[in-house]
């Protein structure tokens, strides 16, 4: 590629990043695992954009998200993008559905009790019905925004054992560090069961340079309110 080339994408990106900022709002791009797929999406919209088997990549942050889903509503009534301290309201109907209040406390709310889950039909069940996801910002060649990589209940033990693995070792050590090879794992939906569904796996690759870290706290600050 010749200077030229370089110096016009290096400009065009720019100008972009800068728009995205101040200009309108980028749609956000979500990574869900679903069987023995990683799909991505546009927010709102569940028509996939692309699918993968595994992504490497570069995940630059991660946050603990919550939220209360009624049956037949594609989205939560309340949500928690705090790192599950606060719910927030996505609507006064949302607060007569639920009997929430925006502020609530998660830790004593009554949808974050064993018990408390409903199913399709409002049966009853033994879960919660406030649902604990994992929110992972993930730098991937293909897109030039972050992924949002939502992590159910069935995949978030699986990151926080990874994520948890650098912060115990001596010296101690951090995800963002690395470039990450996210897997799908199939398990069976119960024992002897021929029903499967995909949990991730992620496995660490190379490590990164100490410029490119840098870089990645820069990244940060620029998209974690991504996660919000």
Request: with cysteine.
């Amino acid at each position: 590629m010749d200077n030229s080339l370089q110096t016009y994408e290096a400009q065009i990106a720019e100008i972009n990043a800068r728009d995205m900022a101040t200009g309108y709002d980028a749609p956000k791009l979500i990574a869900t695992i679903q069987k023995n797929q990683i799909v991505v999406s546009t927010r709102g919209n569940p028509v996939p954009l692309k699918t993968y088997s595994q992504m490497t990549g570069h995940i630059i942050a991660a946050v603990k998200s919550r939220g209360v889903r009624i049956a037949g509503l594609k989205v939560p009534e309340c949500a928690s993008s705090d790192g599950g301290i606060t719910g927030h309201l996505t609507s006064i109907e949302a607060g007569e559905i639920t009997g929430l209040r925006t502020g609530q406390l998660c830790a004593t709310c009554k949808y974050n009790k064993f018990g408390s889950a409903v199913d399709k039909e409002g049966n009853p069940g033994k879960g919660k019905r406030c649902s604990e996801r994992r929110n992972l910002l993930f730098l991937h060649a293909d897109w030039s925004v972050p992924l949002i990589l939502s992590l159910s209940s069935t995949s978030r033990g699986a990151w926080d054992a990874y994520a948890g693995g650098f912060a115990v070792a001596r010296p101690a050590g951090s995800y963002l560090e690395y470039t990450t090879l996210v897997g799908i794992e199939m398990k069976a939906r119960l024992e002897n069961s021929a029903e499967q569904y995909g949990t991730a796996r992620f496995t660490a690759m190379e490590r990164l340079s100490r410029e490119q870290v840098v870089d990645a706290f820069a990244l940060r600050k620029m998209y974690e309110s991504m996660l919000e």
